[in-house]
Structure formats: C-alpha cells, structure tokens
C-alpha cells in the first residue's frame, strides 16, 4: 500500500477543520493570514534588513499589506514593491474574499435558522399546534375568532394576550402565505409564531415550550395510504413525549385536546397521557355528521352554521356561577338572544358529567352546573340588566313517539376514504334503522375488504356490497343508476396527491352526477364532501348538501381547547340517541296561522322540545335555507314546505 502523500493529508487536515463551522473555518483562515505575513516579512527583511528594525516590524509591515491595499504606494525598492504586491492580491483573495464569504454564509445561516423556526420560545399560558395538516389554517382562524370566549380562556390563566405557537414539519414563507390567506387570519398571520420540528421529538416539543402552554392542541397527521406508521400512532407518541419531558422535569401536564382517527385507540390515548385531556375522533365525528345527514335531509346547513367559523349561531357552554339559584325558565327568560339548550350537571362520584339535554325548565341551576346555550355571540350568553325580561316558558316531557316504520334506505357510496369503516359502523349503530349501502370505488375490493376487516365493520348489518366502478366514467356512473337510491354520499378521496387534487375530483364527479339525475323524474338527496376549505365557495348555488371535513374539525378542536366540556355537548349531539337536532313539519303542532318565535317556542315546548328556528323551503339572498335563534318578536309566515328545527331527545 503507498504511503500517503503530505499534501494529501494537508488538504484532510484542512478540510475537517472547515466542516466544522464559521469558528473553525475563521481559525483556519486566521493560520493562513499569519503564514502569508511571517514568509512575507520574511522576504522583505533578508535583503532589507536596515530598514526594518525587527522581525515582528517586517511581519507586521506584511500584515498591513495584506490586509490594507492603501499602504502599497508606501514602498520604495522594486522588491519590496514586488513583495508587497504579492500581499495585496493574497490579501484580496485571504483576507477580503475568503473572511467575507465565511462571514456572509454564516449570517445566511443564522439568518435561516431564524427563519425555520429553530430558537425556543420563551411563553407561558399559550396555545400551541402541534402538527402542520389542512386544517391548520382553519383552526387559528378559529382561535382568533372567538374573541370573547378567547377573552374568558386569557382571564382563567392571567394572561392578556393570545400568542400561538404552531409546530410544523418545515416551518417558513409558505406556512405564513397560507395562513394570511385564510380568511379570518389576514394580517393576524405574524402574530402567529412558527417553528420547525416534528411533534415526536422531545427537543421540538421543547422549542414550543409545551409545558408552559395553557393548552396543546394535536391534530391528526393524514399518512398515506401505504404508510406504516398510522397517524394516530404519531399522537400517541406526542403525547408520550410530553409526559416524558414533564416527569423529566417534575413540571405539572399542560391541558391537551387531541384528535385520533380509529376512536379504538382512547384507551391508549388515556394510558399514555395521564394529565388533562380531550380526545376528538376526527373520522368518528364527521361519520356521525354524514349519517346524521342522511338520516334527516338538510342537516349540514345546522352543521355548517353551528360547526364552522363565520356568521351565525354558535353552541356556548357558561358556568353555573353565572345563573346560580335560578330555574332553566327563569334563565331563558333572562338570555332573550340565546336559547337555552341543557345542563352538564358533575357526576356524583366526581369524575365526568351528566348530560341533561333538553334540560327540564324547573331544574335549578346550581354553581358546579355547566349551562349549554345557542347564541351569535358570547355576550348574548351572558345576564343584560338592560333587556326586557321574556315571559317563562314550562317545557312539557317529552310525549313517547310513535313506533316508527322499519323502512329500508338505499345509500350509494361514490369513492373511498380512510373514514368509510368508521362510516359502515356507524350505519350499523342505528339498530332501529335499515340501511343498503352500495361502497363504489377503483380500488380494488379486497384491499378494501381488507380495510373494513381491520376496523371491525360489518357490511352484512347494513346490507352492503362493494361495487367496482368509477364514478369519473359516465357509463359506469349510469349503470348503477344514481336516481333509484334514497342518498348518494360523494367522498373525497385520500388516496390521491393533494387536497385540492381530490376535491376537484370530487366536484367533477358531482357536475356528472347532477347532468344523470337531469335526466330522470327521481332525485336522491346529495351530500359531497370536500377536503379542502378553499373550495368552499366554488359550488355555491348547487344543489347538493356539503360537509367540509376539516373546517369542521378545526372548529371543534379549537372550541374544545377553549372550552373542553364542549366536546360532551357535541357527542351527545351528534350521536345515535339522546338529545337530536332534527327537522318538523309546523303541521305537526297546534300552531296559529301567523306565530312569532316566541309562539312557536311555547308551542314547541308543550311537545317537550326545544325550538331552535327553522328551515325555508326558499333560499334567501344570500342562498342560505336556515334561520337559527331568530328574534322572538319576529313574525315567521310558515309555509307548508319549510320545516321547524327542533332539539329533541330521542331516547
């Protein structure tokens, strides 16, 4: 073997004292400086020796040559001059090229560190993200929307002001555009602080000072179809950390709402994380919306009010020390722009709570009470020693409803997602209900066999079947004749590219669909849903209901995080049995030709329900059918085609 070459092992020794860093790299540039003076005071001094009156004169006389092109028309002698000239280029080149290269990437790369998000933040009592997915945007949208529910959230943990951290994978300029693109953020994006890292390391969970946070919200991670890591995985993990990092340091756990996709994991979800926490099943909660949908046509417009960000009603939940001592009719009669929904009332043993919805009017609302009211605005919540006090209203219980015919309902299924196991189960949950579900997709059936088999869901309780067809192909979509089904469900599809690649999928299905449904006399009733909340407006006018997965979902996540007993208030809801939202025809109720709502709220509640408003057959100006919690003197001219929107229990 040859023996290595000196040169060779310069140039090594050299190169792994630059890999080092700005410092090393300085360093090693600082050698070279020194050598270049030492041989260049040197050559000056040998055959000049008078004129300098020691070596560190001469080395010196170099240095400033070297790095001072000014001194070069000093010197007299042609060698002096020649050496002299040799220091100023080896100057030009050592000194000002080399150190200001080194000096300029280092503060590029301190500059981009800074930028992605690197440096701890130093908070307390903040809000943070963990995780960077579609509904993002959304969600701090929310947060900063709920201003007067924020400003209750600020009060209970002594701060003043909301700051959020959002942790993202790759945290920079394109983060920051999307969020000053959501509305409800705009100009609110730089308040928004980033930073870089994945929530299943401990130092990124460090960076966002999760300990110090007043609550973390973990949204779902989407994975890819092939992926084998589940994103509900990554959430446990997350919260694995967290509770590593608080044992670690002996510090109290901070307030988590965590969103999991298979609600089969709340078990591991309870066991990894003992501290305070709230678990949203994303894929559950939109199921239970879609089978809701179907169940009672119409129903996303309430979804769409009362569970996304923008104008209208919102469903609020106030402590009982707000109300103390009074009945649940005195209080009504106190909240003339909000109506009062129910009671969470403490379970005797002291853990979780007790759902009493629609509450009795003579209940008496006592201080460890949680009051659940629908309202605009969180003011209206609250007690106005200015309003006008509105007569009390004695709610009737409930009359028992007519058995109820076991009729079948046809639903057609268009697309695949990871939701539609969840989705099958939750049809099947509805044992007083027959279903026909037809699931259409190009995915080949045993794959999805396989993926209803891993879930636990049954086809044979809803009638199922797997059908192979692709609903973007006009011959297949006829052949399974769209029109003779009770539902038809379009899903967006998680197994392509991007969001905005499925959803433009999904509406161009839908405009296929409608051009099929043309053509015959019958019409099932449409629900699309969508992925992406950009897309929210470019079907407006269309005929089909639509559910917007991830708007949804921000908005639970975020009111959770403000107010965590409103995760109970929205699975009783929206679940099979209990109290439900649902849709009455005016004749069904002795109601007078000409009502205002505080008639129609009488009448209502002699039946032992709760009138929350009501659905017009005709669209207003603005395209909307749903006018919640109206004013009570506002006269409402009921047609035969437009349909109360009552809170009932239903058992």
């Not at 040859?2 to 792994?16: S, T």
């Not at 708007?551 to 109290?579: C, P």
Request: charged share 25%; proline share 5%; glycine share 6%.
């Amino acid at each position: 073997m040859l023996p290595f070459r000196i040169v060779d092992r310069i140039k090594f020794v050299v190169e792994r004292q630059l890999v080092k860093g700005a410092g090393f790299q300085l360093l090693v540039v600082g050698l070279f400086i020194a050598l270049i003076s030492l041989i260049g005071g040197l050559l000056v001094i040998l055959p000049h020796a008078g004129k300098f009156e020691s070596v560190s004169d001469a080395i010196w006389w170099a240095f400033l040559r070297l790095t001072d092109p000014g001194y070069l028309g000093d010197d007299v002698g042609t060698w002096q001059r020649v050496v002299s000239t040799l220091l100023t280029i080896s100057g030009y080149v050592v000194f000002m090229g080399t150190l200001v290269a080194i000096l300029t990437r280092w503060l590029i790369a301190k500059m981009e560190d800074l930028e992605r998000g690197l440096t701890p933040v130093t908070l307390k009592n903040h809000i943070v993200v963990l995780g960077w997915t579609a509904q993002t945007p959304p969600l701090v949208a929310e947060l900063f929307g709920s201003s007067a529910r924020m400003a209750r959230f600020l009060e209970k943990h002594d701060t003043q002001k909301l700051r959020l951290v959002v942790l993202a994978d790759e945290a920079g300029a394109t983060q920051l555009h999307e969020l000053a693109s959501e509305p409800g953020i705009r100009r609110r994006a730089r308040e928004v602080i980033l930073r870089s890292g994945s929530a299943l390391q401990p130092e990124a969970l460090h960076r966002v000072a999760c300990l110090e946070a007043a609550a973390v919200i973990v949204p779902s991670q989407v994975q890819g179809a092939d992926s084998l890591v589940p994103a509900d995985v990554e959430t446990v993990k997350a919260l694995l950390s967290i509770a590593a990092e608080a044992r670690h340091l002996s510090s109290a756990l901070p307030f988590v709402v965590a969103e999991i996709q298979d609600m089969r994991k709340l078990a591991v979800i309870e066991r990894a994380y003992p501290g305070p926490v709230e678990v949203v099943a994303g894929d559950a909660t939109i199921s239970r919306l879609m089978v809701q949908n179907v169940l009672h046509p119409n129903l996303s417009e309430v979804y769409n009010e009362l569970l996304t960000a923008g104008t209208g009603n919102e469903i609020f939940v106030r402590g009982g020390e707000t109300a103390e001592g009074q009945t649940v009719a005195g209080l009504a009669a106190r909240r003339p722009d909000a109506i009062v929904l129910g009671l969470l009332r403490p379970e005797a043993s002291g853990q979780g709570w007790r759902m009493d919805m629609p509450a009795r009017t003579d209940a008496v609302i006592r201080p460890e009470d949680r009051v659940v009211l629908l309202a605009r605005d969180y003011e209206d919540t609250g007690p106005d020693p200015k309003a006008a006090l509105l007569p009390e209203i004695e709610r009737q219980a409930p009359r028992p409803s007519a058995p109820r015919e076991r009729a079948s309902q046809r639903v057609l299924v268009l697309g695949w997602n990871r939701r539609v196991p969840s989705l099958v189960t939750e049809f099947a949950s509805y044992t007083d209900r027959e279903f026909s579900l037809d699931l259409v997709s190009v995915i080949p059936m045993e794959e999805r066999q396989r993926e209803l088999d891993r879930y636990g869901s049954d086809l044979a309780r809803v009638n199922g079947r797997l059908l192979d067809a692709d609903y973007m192909v006009e011959e297949d979509l006829k052949r399974l004749e769209p029109a003779g089904y009770d539902t038809v469900l379009l899903l967006s599809s998680d197994r392509i590219g991007s969001d905005e690649e499925a959803d433009a999928r999904a509406m161009v299905g839908y405009l296929q669909l409608e051009e099929i449904l043309r053509e015959g006399n019958a019409r099932p009733n449409v629900i699309m849903e969508l992925s992406d909340p950009d897309n929210r407006h470019l079907l407006y006018g269309h005929q089909s209901e639509m559910l917007i997965s991830p708007m949804i979902l921000s908005h639970v996540l975020a009111q959770v995080a403000l107010r965590r007993e409103l995760r109970l208030v929205l699975d009783e809801l929206f679940t099979q049995g209990g109290a439900e939202i649902q849709f009455r025809d005016p004749a069904d109720y002795p109601l007078p030709a000409s009502a205002d709502f505080r008639v129609v709220e009488k009448t209502v509640a002699a039946e032992g329900e709760v009138a929350l408003g009501v659905f017009r057959a005709k669209a207003n100006e603005q395209g909307r059918h749903l006018q919640l919690n109206p004013p009570r003197n506002l006269y409402l001219e009921l047609t035969a085609s437009d349909r109360l929107v009552v809170l009932c229990h239903t058992g």
